[in-house]
């Protein structure tokens, strides 16, 4: 049975469901005041429902991680108007068991974390958006568009941590080489206001919580050096060479920028090559 997996379809129909009828009073269902709707894709170009993501987590109420299908939930959509703060998150059991023709008894299994509304925990709308607007995040990217190369941001994933709803999305960087595939580059993490972003999961996390955070989450062969720490969180212990190192990669690179147009205006293609080649460099070392 281990190569079961919950449906994903048959959960995109339950929560449909769940967001109007986990309300419980009959006033409130009645003036749906209180029903929920499933956030858009915040990677997404257009407007589409965020897609349910497998993933191995722990819930409150859980031992230990467990495989398992995951959705968040926002305040009700009206209009293309919506508070993005969570309300709900929903996971669903989808570990089978490894025994043959024996279903897990836990298989299927639906759990709902229903946030206070005055808790306001920034909906996945808003942590996208946190990422995008943070000066640090968004100059390193921007600077990275202008090579020869796309930034992809990956699916904005939702784990409850610590009292809280904690966000993950890696970055990737892909050549424009008709052979090329995407790289992991980068990997943003936030939880509350503050953000981190770094080369390994690892690292954004320490940055996140201002030191060790305790997670091995395997990705430390994705070398890199690890930026300046966005969002006035404090810089994880032995990051000031690389931010001081960041920093010059990203004034040589807009300085590139600069000199190239100016060459450009006036004619001069061979300048132009060159700052070409000086902002590619600035690039690969700014990576």
């Given at each position: 049975?281990?190569?079961?997996?919950?449906?994903?379809?048959?959960?995109?129909?339950?929560?449909?469901?769940?967001?109007?009828?986990?309300?419980?009073?009959?006033?409130?269902?009645?003036?749906?005041?209180?029903?929920?709707?499933?956030p858009n894709d915040p990677t997404a170009k257009d407007?589409?429902?965020?897609?349910?993501?497998?993933?191995?987590?722990?819930?409150?109420?859980?031992?230990?991680?467990?495989?398992?299908?995951?959705s968040s939930f926002i305040p009700q959509v009206v209009?293309?108007?919506?508070?993005?703060?969570?309300?709900?998150?929903?996971?669903?059991?989808?570990?089978?068991?490894?025994?043959?023709?024996?279903?897990?008894?836990?298989?299927?299994?639906?759990?709902?974390?229903?946030?206070?509304?005055?808790?306001?925990?920034?909906?996945?709308?808003?942590?996208?958006?946190?990422?995008?607007?943070?000066?640090?995040?968004?100059?390193?990217?921007?600077?990275?568009?202008?090579?020869?190369?796309?930034?992809?941001?990956?699916?904005?994933?939702t784990l409850p941590v610590g009292g809280g709803m904690?966000?993950?999305?890696?970055?990737?960087?892909?050549?424009?080489?008709?052979?090329?595939?995407?790289?992991?580059?980068?990997?943003?993490?936030?939880?509350?206001?503050?953000?981190?972003?770094?080369?390994?999961?690892?690292?954004?996390?320490?940055?996140?919580?201002?030191?060790?955070?305790?997670?091995?989450?395997?990705?430390?062969?994705?070398?890199?050096?690890?930026?300046?720490?966005?969002?006035?969180?404090?810089?994880?212990?032995?990051?000031?060479?690389?931010?001081?190192?960041?920093?010059?990669?990203?004034?040589?690179?807009?300085?590139?920028?600069?000199?190239?147009?100016?060459?450009?205006?006036?004619?001069?293609?061979?300048?132009?090559?060159?700052?070409?080649?000086?902002?590619?460099?600035?690039?690969?070392?700014?990576?």
């Amino acid at each position: 049975m281990s190569h079961v997996r919950y449906p994903e379809d048959m959960f995109k129909v339950q929560r449909e469901l769940l967001g109007r009828y986990h309300v419980t009073q009959a006033d409130s269902f009645y003036t749906n005041i209180d029903a929920w709707s499933v956030p858009n894709d915040p990677t997404a170009k257009d407007d589409v429902k965020q897609p349910p993501f497998y993933m191995s987590l722990k819930m409150p109420d859980q031992d230990k991680p467990a495989f398992q299908l995951t959705s968040s939930f926002i305040p009700q959509v009206v209009n293309n108007n919506a508070r993005n703060v969570m309300y709900g998150f929903l996971a669903a059991d989808s570990d089978a068991g490894n025994q043959k023709g024996v279903k897990a008894a836990s298989y299927g299994q639906l759990r709902l974390l229903q946030l206070p509304p005055e808790t306001q925990v920034p909906g996945p709308g808003q942590a996208q958006n946190k990422f995008n607007s943070d000066p640090t995040v968004s100059q390193a990217l921007n600077l990275l568009r202008q090579g020869a190369s796309a930034v992809l941001n990956g699916n904005l994933l939702t784990l409850p941590v610590g009292g809280g709803m904690l966000y993950v999305q890696p970055v990737y960087l892909k050549s424009t080489g008709e052979t090329s595939y995407p790289t992991l580059q980068r990997v943003l993490v936030a939880f509350g206001d503050k953000i981190g972003f770094a080369p390994t999961l690892d690292e954004a996390l320490n940055q996140l919580f201002g030191g060790n955070s305790g997670a091995t989450a395997g990705d430390s062969a994705n070398k890199g050096q690890t930026p300046p720490t966005p969002g006035g969180t404090a810089p994880a212990p032995g990051t000031t060479d690389a931010k001081a190192d960041l920093k010059a990669a990203l004034d040589d690179a807009n300085a590139a920028i600069k000199a190239g147009q100016d060459a450009l205006a006036k004619g001069d293609f061979a300048a132009y090559g060159d700052q070409q080649k000086r902002l590619a460099a600035a690039l690969q070392k700014a990576l």
